[in-house]
């Protein structure tokens, strides 16, 4: 074969593959503009910890269970796919770990899912105590970028979450591992079924309808913690069209139950998890207290039983926020609600 065949064959035949088949390794030292610090690798990690369910379902997304030794801060199941790799994984503690047990499984990458774990205000260490022995951290976007977690709380978010920061958060890991392929092939699948889920509500669309997130509550019959104006929920309920009844930037204020009693939200979307933190973290709880409190009860969307039960972490910043789309347009339409 002549040389201009045999370079016109290979035009026609790369030109047939993906064009993840072409993305570019990684060169090391790789540095990355963290949250605010720079992170340099000088090649890609061998034993990572994960602290947060949302981080470690990314993590395993990207093919990368054999080099997790150790996670910790789960509210319920993995993700189906991804449980017998899990049940191998070390389990540091179901909420917050300490430093010691981390450090003792010597990583060379800690991933947080929250910057209230490791950061600032870190209640597992801050990132200079990982640093100063020589291992690095990388933080979720989601939890950074237009947010601050000064006040130790759940952190107060200026801009509205949006998926392209659980992009972002792909596209990073992915470089920073030298695995270009799977970052750009998960991403492109998590974008199309967010663009299915999307075009899976037509016709569900809730316009301007009070909605409300409960998360869970310290106390059952006191303040709970709801989805804030700019929170993952937010993203949920602008994608659909309805209305969220809380409007501060909180990512999880406390409201009191008066407070949403004057809005009077047409759907109360609960959150199911295994996690018994907090009293009102078991949703059969939560249904109870709607049920037999004297104000409460009284609601529109108590009274017609507008009960959506969502997975809790389809209510944080992570891949599953996709589910949470397609959780409350169903409800919606068994509810006859949809416009």
Same mark, same amino acid.
């Given at each position: 074969?002549?040389?201009?065949?045999?370079?016109?064959?290979? &035009?026609?035949?790369?030109?047939?593959?993906?064009?993840?088949?072409?993305?570019?390794?990684?060169?090391?030292?790789?540095?990355?503009?963290?949250?605010?610090?720079? %992170?340099?690798?000088?090649?890609?990690?061998?034993?990572? %910890?994960?602290?947060?369910?949302?981080?470690?379902?990314?993590?395993?997304?990207? =093919?990368?269970?054999?080099?997790?030794?150790?996670?910790?801060?789960?509210?319920?199941?993995?993700? #189906?796919?991804?449980?017998?790799?899990?049940?191998?994984?070390?389990?540091?503690?179901?909420?917050?770990?300490?430093?010691?047990? @981390?450090?003792?499984?010597?990583?060379?990458?800690?991933?947080?899912?929250?910057?209230?774990?490791?950061?600032?205000?870190?209640?597992?260490?801050?990132?200079?105590?990982?640093?100063?022995?020589?291992?690095?951290?990388?933080?979720? $976007?989601?939890?950074?970028?237009?947010?601050?977690?000064?006040? =130790?709380?759940?952190? %107060?978010?200026?801009?509205?979450?949006?998926?392209?920061?659980?992009?972002?958060?792909?596209?990073?890991?992915?470089?920073?591992?030298?695995?270009?392929?799977?970052?750009?092939?998960?991403?492109?699948?998590?974008? &199309?079924?967010?663009?299915?889920?999307? !075009?899976? *509500?037509?016709?569900?669309?809730?316009?301007?309808? $009070?909605?409300?997130?409960?998360?869970?509550?310290?106390?059952?019959?006191?303040?709970?913690?709801?989805?804030?104006?700019?929170?993952?929920? !937010?993203? *949920?309920?602008?994608?659909?069209?309805?209305?969220?009844?809380?409007?501060?930037?909180?990512?999880? #204020?406390?409201? =009191?139950?008066?407070?949403?009693?004057?809005?009077? #939200? !047409?759907? @109360?979307?609960? &959150?199911?998890?295994?996690?018994?933190?907090?009293?009102?973290?078991? $949703? !059969?709880?939560?249904?109870?207290?709607?049920?037999?409190? #004297?104000? %409460?009860?009284?609601?529109?969307?108590?009274?017609?039983?507008?009960?959506?039960?969502?997975?809790?972490?389809?209510?944080?910043?992570? *891949?599953?926020?996709?589910?949470?789309?397609?959780?409350?347009?169903?409800?919606?339409?068994?509810?006859?609600? &949809?416009?």
């Amino acid at each position: 074969m002549k040389l201009g065949l045999i370079a016109a064959f290979f &035009a026609v035949s790369t030109a047939a593959l993906p064009a993840t088949a072409f993305a570019a390794s990684t060169s090391y030292p790789l540095t990355v503009e963290n949250c605010g610090q720079k %992170v340099t690798f000088d090649k890609a990690p061998s034993k990572i %910890v994960s602290i947060g369910q949302g981080m470690t379902e990314v993590l395993y997304s990207l =093919g990368l269970a054999d080099k997790v030794a150790g996670t910790a801060v789960w509210v319920g199941p993995v993700l #189906p796919q991804y449980a017998e790799a899990n049940a191998k994984i070390k389990r540091l503690a179901d909420n917050d770990p300490s430093f010691e047990s @981390i450090v003792g499984l010597e990583p060379d990458l800690v991933a947080a899912e929250f910057e209230w774990h490791v950061g600032p205000m870190g209640s597992v260490a801050k990132r200079e105590q990982f640093s100063d022995i020589g291992v690095n951290t990388y933080l979720s $976007p989601a939890d950074c970028v237009a947010k601050t977690n000064l006040d =130790g709380g759940d952190g %107060v978010r200026k801009e509205l979450f949006t998926m392209d920061l659980i992009y972002q958060e792909i596209a990073e890991l992915a470089e920073i591992f030298d695995i270009q392929d799977r970052g750009n092939k998960l991403i492109a699948d998590l974008k &199309a079924r967010e663009a299915a889920a999307v !075009a899976s *509500i037509k016709g569900a669309e809730a316009k301007n309808m $009070p909605i409300v997130f409960w998360f869970s509550s310290k106390e059952t019959k006191g303040d709970a913690f709801i989805a804030g104006k700019n929170s993952a929920p !937010a993203y *949920i309920l602008k994608t659909l069209g309805a209305t969220n009844v809380v409007t501060t930037e909180e990512e999880w #204020p406390l409201v =009191g139950w008066e407070t949403i009693a004057q809005a009077n #939200p !047409a759907v @109360i979307v609960i &959150a199911t998890m295994d996690r018994r933190r907090y009293a009102a973290d078991d $949703p !059969a709880v939560k249904v109870s207290f709607l049920e037999n409190d #004297p104000v %409460v009860s009284q609601l529109d969307a108590v009274k017609n039983k507008h009960f959506v039960m969502m997975d809790a972490q389809s209510m944080n910043p992570t *891949i599953r926020t996709i589910d949470g789309i397609e959780t409350l347009a169903e409800g919606i339409r068994s509810f006859g609600l &949809a416009n």
